[in-house]
């Protein structure tokens, strides 16, 4: 049986950063991807400009170079592929991991992880580490709102482009920065738009050069605002709101559930990981990143539970460093992990 030091599950910027401090420290890796490299970056909006500067994004000490102050989604995409062929990394891509268990090992006086993982055509695999990291991210598992119609198909709670929408009715729905942004592309585009949120204020978090241009926009009624306003129902022509105890229908060719993401808590408890059902933070020591299962580790955004706005690819970028120096010294000749 084969078993690597350390599987790494997720090709984002957190867990390509594992995997270079991994090959650094000579320590045998591999990495699971189960959609393409920097998945959710891939899927973020298409025109998307990111909130800090470049050299916070960089990882492996590989410069990140742009004309502008704050990089593209397009360059962030380019700047990935070239740190995966720069330090020659080897990912498995589109390969969903469905089980992690751990089994003695062969000398039976210590555990491995057994891996159970599917591939897009079907296939099963099984791999053995010594330990394993998940990085897993946030952005694949939407916050749903649950109500009837949340499931029709002109409803998304992703944003891509604007271009299809012109000339359409479209509701958006939240009040943090994707639910602002979107609603002012689309305004910009043609779209007809309405803003709803659930509180009577938008979120803080809203990029800073962002920030006013929505206000004037809902200030001036090029972008209706429905504010403190609850989304009841969406049907296949309109979306059913209720504020302070009315209703109202508004008219909605598409409609955009821009309420936030969450980490796959199931995958997590599955593998033993204690989280907490409500808040879904993840028992773990916050200095390793270690869980309260032995030598299973949590990188980047998934380490957050709800809490996600904690952690980016800034901060996120640095836990892998730490956790491979920690595997590192339990790996010494000798050591039993």
Not at 3 to 11: H, K, P, S, T
Not at 240 to 266: C, K, M, N, W
Not at 284 to 307: I, K, W
Request: glycine share 8%.
């Amino acid at each position: 049986m084969s078993v690597r030091d350390v599987l790494i599950v997720g090709a984002g910027p957190s867990g390509l950063a594992t995997a270079i401090s991994a090959k650094k420290r000579g320590l045998d890796y591999a990495v699971v991807e189960k959609g393409m490299l920097v998945n959710s970056i891939f899927n973020f909006p298409v025109h998307m400009v990111f909130f800090t500067t470049p050299e916070l994004l960089e990882i492996g000490g590989l410069p990140l170079t742009t004309p502008y102050d704050k990089p593209t989604r397009l360059e962030a995409l380019r700047y990935y592929r070239r740190v995966v062929d720069a330090f020659d990394l080897h990912i498995s891509y589109q390969e969903t991991v469905t089980a992690i268990e751990r089994e003695p090992d062969e000398s039976g006086t210590g555990h491995v992880f057994a891996v159970t993982t599917r591939t897009a055509r079907g296939g099963q695999r099984v791999r053995h580490a010594k330990s394993v990291v998940l990085a897993i991210g946030y952005y694949d598992h939407p916050n749903y709102i649950g109500v009837p119609g949340e499931d029709l198909p002109h409803v998304s709670h992703y944003y891509d482009d604007a271009h299809p929408y012109f000339q359409k009715r479209v509701v958006v729905v939240g009040g943090k920065n994707s639910a602002a942004e979107a609603a002012l592309e689309l305004f910009r585009s043609g779209a007809q738009v309405t803003l709803v949120h659930r509180h009577a204020t938008l979120g803080e978090s809203i990029k800073y050069w962002v920030r006013p241009d929505i206000d004037n926009r809902i200030k001036e009624g090029s972008i209706p605002a429905r504010m403190e306003t609850s989304v009841i129902e969406i049907t296949p022509t309109a979306v059913i709101v209720e504020s302070h105890g009315e209703r109202d229908q508004l008219p909605a060719e598409a409609v955009f559930l821009l309420t936030g993401y969450h980490p796959d808590a199931a995958l997590m408890t599955d593998a033993g990981v204690v989280c907490d059902p409500v808040t879904l933070a993840p028992q773990m020591d916050p200095e390793t990143f270690e869980t309260n299962v032995p030598n299973l580790f949590l990188a980047g955004g998934c380490s957050a539970g709800r809490n996600t706005g904690s952690i980016f690819i800034e901060n996120g970028r640095f836990h892998g460093e730490r956790i491979i120096g920690l595997l590192a010294q339990r790996l010494e000749p000798g050591l039993q992990l």
